[in-house]
């Protein structure tokens, strides 16, 4: 008997497990919307973080650990139109190693397309980047060309 009550509680814990976190939120309704509406970039490094503990004598340790740095990168202007996007950049900024960021429509996804980099990621923005956006109703599509320039 005591078999079958633990078969039972642990099938009712795996069933627990695979059900929905997403009590109380909203499911988000289809749309036709593809567009982005935000394009910045920031700058990406591997630094090193100094950490400081105790051993269980009381003698003080210090070592380092290796951390993701980042700072964003101003944008000097912006400009989007129908499928083409203009960022101005500052005359400083490495364009070959950049991080790109989009800010696109609710529930849409963003492809790169003809070799563009995958944004997020370190990248080559020093030519002219293509990327699909894909609406929530996965039907809608709008292809967007993002040039990125220098400016004092």
Not at 23 to 43: A, V
Not at 112 to 120: A, D, F, N, Q, V
Request: proline letters at 4%; hydrophobic letters at 40%; charged letters at 25%.
């Amino acid at each position: 008997m005591k078999t079958v009550a633990q078969k039972t509680i642990l099938l009712i814990l795996v069933l627990l497990s695979f059900s929905s976190c997403n009590m109380g939120l909203d499911e988000l309704p289809f749309s036709d919307k593809c567009e982005i509406s935000s394009f910045n970039f920031e700058k990406r490094w591997l630094g090193k973080e100094e950490r400081i503990t105790s051993d269980q004598d009381g003698n003080v340790i210090k070592y380092w650990v290796d951390k993701v740095m980042f700072q964003a990168i101003p944008n000097k202007a912006l400009d989007i139109s129908n499928t083409n996007i203009d960022v101005a950049v500052p005359d400083t900024t490495d364009l070959k190693s950049v991080v790109g960021l989009a800010t696109i429509s609710v529930g849409a996804t963003i492809t790169p397309l003809e070799g563009s980099p995958k944004l997020g990621e370190r990248a080559d923005f020093s030519m002219p980047r293509k990327y699909r956006v894909t609406a929530s109703d996965g039907i809608s599509q709008k292809d967007w060309t993002i040039v990125v320039r220098k400016e004092k």
